[in-house]
C-alpha cells in the first residue's frame, strides 16, 4: 500500500475536506491490512508479522500443517511427532510459544493452505525450492537432505541414481510435489509414475508396478527398517545431479511472506540449535537424524531460493573441508 502525505497550507476548504475523507479511508484500508491478530500498529508490511507473533505468544500455541512423513512430522498413537515437530517445539518454546497443534495436511495443499491462514507455519522439512519461496518464506535451512532409492530386495536391476533410468524403460515412481520429482522432470526422465505418498510409493515397488521408488534417504531407510516383510531395500543416500551440477538441498520450516518478525524471531532461535552438533542432535537424533543432517556454516536460505547452487555447494564444500 502507498500512504500520503499531505502539506499544509494553501489548500481550499472543500479540497481539504475531501482529503480528509481520504486520509480516513485509507486508514481504514490500512486496518483491513492486518491478520486480525492483534491492533494494526505503525509500519505498513511488518503490521501482519508482529501481531501474528504476539497473537502467537498471547495464546501460547502455533497450529502447524504436517506431511505424515516418517520421521519427519507425523501422529504416533495419537501424538504428533518427528524429527521437524521436535525442532519446532523447541523453538518455539523458547519464542514463548508452548504448545505445537498440528493439522494432517496433503503435501501440495500445505503452502495454499497456510496462505489461505488454515495454520500458522508449515512443519514437513520441505525443500527450500525457487518455485515455493516465491509463495512462501523459509525459514534458515534446519535439515540437509540426501535421496535414495527404494528397491526390490536384492536391486535386481542394479539401481543406484537417477542415471540409472535413462536410455531404458525401467519405471521410476516419485511423490508428487516432491524435490524428487522435479529432479526427475529437469533431468527428463520419461518413465517415472507419480505417487501421492511413501507408503503408495513402497506398494508400487512391492507390487512390481515399479522398479524403484525415490525420496529422501532418511524417510525410505525408516520405512525398510519399520516394514521388514515388504520385500524392498534401499540403495543409499546421493546428491542429485542434474548437468552435471549437485543438487544440494535442504528443508526447513516455512511461514507466509508477510510474517516476517514471525520469521525473524524463529531463525534467531534455529541459529542457536543448527551452530551446535551436540544440541542438535539432542533434539533430532532419536528419529535417526545426526550430524550429517546438519546444515553447514554458511549455506543460507536465500541461496536456495535464488538456485545459487554454486554458492550453496561452495558452503557445503567448505564446511566438508
Known amino acids: 500500500m502507498t500512504q500520503h502525505t499531505l502539506r499544509s497550507g494553501g489548500t481550499p ?26 491492533d494494526a500498529g505503525d509500519g505498513g508490511g511488518d503490521t501482519e508479522s508482529a501481531s501474528t507473533l504476539e497473537r502467537l505468544q498471547e495464546e501460547g500455541t502455533i497450529k502447524v500443517a504436517f506431511a505424515g512423513e516418517i520421521p519427519y512430522s507425523y501422529e504416533e498413537d495419537g501424538e504428533l511427532t518427528g524429527a521437524t515437530i521436535a525442532l519446532d517445539r523447541e523453538i518455539f518454546a523458547a519464542m514463548g510459544i508452548d504448545e505445537v497443534d498440528g493439522q494432517l495436511v496433503e503435501w501440495d495443499a500445505l503452502i495454499p493452505g497456510l496462505n489461505a491462514g488454515e495454520y500458522d507455519a508449515v512443519s514437513a522439512g520441505m525443500s527450500i525450492l ?9 525459514a534458515e535451512p534446519t535439515i540437509m537432505y540426501t535421496s535414495t532409492l527404494m ?3 536384492g536391486n535386481p536391476e542394479g539401481l543406484s541414481d537417477f542415471s540409472s533410468f535413462e536410455g531404458n524403460d525401467l519405471t521410476l515412481a516419485v511423490q508428487s510435489g516432491a524435490i524428487e520429482q522435479g529432479f526427475a522432470d529437469d533431468i527428463g526422465l520419461e518413465n517415472t509414475m507419480t505417487v501421492n505418498s511413501a507408503q503408495d510409493g513402497m506398494d508400487a515397488v512391492s507390487s512390481g508396478r ?13 520405512m525398510v527398517e519399520e516394514n521388514p516383510d515388504a520385500g524392498v531395500e534401499t540403495t ?4 542429485a545431479e542434474v548437468d552435471g551440477v549437485k543438487q544440494i538441498s535442504a528443508g526447513s520450516t ?11 524471531a524463529y531463525n534467531e532461535e534455529l541459529a542457536k540449535i543448527v551452530g551446535d552438533a551436540d544440541r542438535f542432535e539432542e533434539v533430532v537424533g532419536e528419529f ?14 536465500q541461496m536456495l531460493c535464488d538456485g545459487d547452487l554454486e554458492a550453496a555447494n561452495e558452503a557445503a564444500d567448505q564446511a566438508d573441508g
Not at 476548504?13 to 492483534?38: H, K, N, P, Q, Y
Not at 543409499?236 to 546428491?239: E, H, L, Q
Open 210 to 222: 515399479a522398479d524403484a521408488f525415490s525420496l529422501t534417504n532418511i524417510t525410505l531407510s525408516t
Open 288 to 301: 535417526g537424524f545426526t550430524d550429517a543432517e546438519r546444515p553447514p556454516e554458511g549455506l543460507t536460505a
Open 151 to 153: 528397491v526390490p530386495e
Open 236 to 239: 543409499g543416500g546421493f546428491v
Open 130 to 138: 525457487p518455485d515455493r519461496c516465491e509463495r512462501a518464506a523459509f
Open 254 to 264: 516455512v511461514f507466509r511472506p508477510e510474517d516476517t518478525e514471525l520469521l525473524e
Open 13 to 38: 476548504a472543500r479540497r481539504r475536506v475531501s482529503l480528509i475523507a481520504a486520509v480516513a479511508a485509507a486508514g481504514l484500508g490500512l486496518a483491513a491490512c492486518g491478520d486480525g491478530g492483534g
